[in-house]
């Protein structure tokens, strides 16, 4: 599952990718792996996997991940291939989930690409090229449809007066994520389609140090212009990530963000809300070579959470011995949990809570 980081030119993409990938204002713990110069592996730091790993005392410990792709810097006409849009559009469309930073500070050495700092006009930037695209795509689709719905096709039919719903949000200035569908209507035609302006959204407001806490005018804004859209919006001052990357001692760093008035980095904030995003969630395994983190789609149930190790898993699922976490933290091990009775045993259609402790019997 890929995040995909967008906006204007000279917003701060780049510098929170490089955010990101210095693992320091993490922990020594949750390491970052660039793939490519544009795409990154980060771990989800997590404190209830460094809880598990102080009682267990494993050999090795391995955190969820989550991958970051930096995608270039988006200009108007990008929907007609201006600038580098055509990279940009087939980028985007490979990512699961979007992470929109928006400029919210002033600095006259840091020039605007359209003059002047204004987040709502950039975002509406780029989501009028990313709605025009995918109004060519609802344009193609809307003609192989309209001529099997005048067949008297039903399922045609039923298609086609979703596409002209889409068609007419889009032309109204408003993304698929913000129109509303029966969940047939959803699973049967929306999400096939792979619309762009389907894709979670979270909105990084990008900040000065002072507006690092609360945010400031710019912040307000994006919130109230964003509020109709199931998006979230998080608030991040770049340039003093960037700083406290610098900083090669922790005790240094962690100085750093009390004097700010934080208690840890937004980078690790916006890891987790990237996580979150992707509709991801984490069970764990425990055990004396491992403890790890693993990482499933909400919802998703005990057999597919088995498939995740090993498909032999799912197919040969027999059941799945589930401690919750806070259980395994308060007892303080496996075998008190077992004593004390709060040790599950759970079957096919057991749906998996984030941070459930687990362990699979299966035969194949």
Not at 36 to 44: A, D, I, M, S, Y
Not at 169 to 194: M, T
Not at 269 to 275: N, T, V, W
Request: proline fraction near 3%.
């Amino acid at each position: 599952m890929k995040a995909g980081i967008v906006g204007l030119p000279n917003v701060g993409k780049s510098t929170l990718f490089n955010c990101l990938s210095n693992a320091k204002a993490q922990s020594a713990n949750f390491p970052f792996c660039t793939i490519e110069p544009n795409l990154g592996v980060v771990n989800v730091p997590d404190p209830r996997l460094e809880a598990l790993e102080k009682l267990v005392n494993p050999e090795r410990v391995q955190p969820a991940v989550v991958e970051i792709v930096d995608i270039a810097g988006l200009v108007k006409g990008a929907s007609k291939g201006e600038g580098l849009g055509n990279q940009f559009l087939a980028n985007i469309r490979e990512t699961d989930a979007i992470l929109h930073v928006l400029r919210c500070f002033d600095n006259d050495n840091i020039v605007h690409v359209d003059g002047n700092v204004n987040p709502i006009r950039d975002k509406e930037t780029i989501d009028m090229e990313l709605q025009l695209k995918d109004l060519e795509t609802v344009e193609k689709k809307l003609d192989k449809v309209k001529r099997a719905a005048k067949t008297g096709n039903k399922d045609a039919q039923k298609e086609e007066a979703v596409l002209l719903q889409i068609k007419a949000g889009l032309e109204a200035g408003v993304s698929v994520r913000a129109l509303e569908f029966s969940d047939d209507d959803y699973a049967d035609f929306v999400k096939p389609s792979q619309f762009i302006t389907d894709k979670p959204v979270m909105y990084v407001c990008n900040v000065d140090e002072g507006s690092a806490v609360s945010g400031n005018a710019y912040v307000d804004q994006v919130k109230e212009a964003v509020k109709g859209e199931k998006a979230e919006v998080l608030v991040l001052a770049v340039g003093t990530e960037a700083d406290i990357n610098e900083l090669d001692d922790y005790e240094e760093r962690q100085l750093f963000l009390q004097d700010i008035g934080l208690e840890e980095p937004g980078s690790a904030k916006l890891i987790r809300a990237a996580y979150k995003l992707l509709n991801q969630q984490t069970y764990f395994t425990a055990g004396v070579k491992e403890v790890r983190a693993w990482t499933v789609d909400i919802g998703a149930t005990a057999p597919q959470a088995a498939g995740v190790i090993h498909t032999d898993f799912e197919k040969g699922f027999i059941r799945a011995e589930v401690i919750g976490y806070n259980d395994y933290i308060d007892f303080g091990s496996e075998a008190k949990v077992k004593e004390a009775g709060k040790m599950r045993v759970e079957g096919k259609n057991y749906v998996v809570k984030d941070g459930d402790v687990m362990h699979f019997l299966f035969n194949v």
